[in-house]
């Protein structure tokens, strides 16, 4: 007697945010961004990039769609002394839970006359 056993994964958006998300100003136009992975039992399933959003007070949000394990990021074209709230989340088959939102202020166009 021959058994077959069918199986399955039930793949599912991750439970947790990337973890150890921080921030900071590189000048007047720029935020480095990065963040580790979610752990591997967090994923629920195949790792397939992330999603990184910031925004302004005044501006709507803006969505990077990076595919891949890359896990920093220069946002650039920024305004200088603008304040942006930044945050990112990790997607398998579906969007998993966004990190906190960090803000950072970019430097004044007088600072970046001297950088």
């Known amino acids: 007697m021959i058994l ?5 994964f039930l793949y599912s958006a991750p439970s947790t945010p990337p973890r ?15 963040w580790s992975s979610p752990y591997s039992y967090n994923l629920n399933g195949v790792l397939r990039g ?11 949000e803006v969505i990077l769609d990076m595919s891949g394990n890359v896990t920093e990021f220069v946002i650039g074209g920024l305004e200088a002394s603008t ?10 088959v579906e969007d998993g839970p966004r990190s906190i939102f960090l803000s950072a202020t970019t430097n004044t166009i007088d600072i970046c006359k001297y950088i």
């Not at 077959?4 to 399955?8: M, N, P, R, S, Y």
């Open 83 to 92: 304040v942006y709230e930044v945050s990112v989340l990790a997607y398998t």
């Open 20 to 34: 150890l998300f921080h921030i900071a100003v590189v000048n007047c136009s720029a935020i480095h961004t990065e």
């Open 4 to 8: 077959f056993v069918l199986a399955f």
């Open 50 to 60: 992330y999603k990184l959003m910031y925004k302004t007070s005044n501006q709507d």
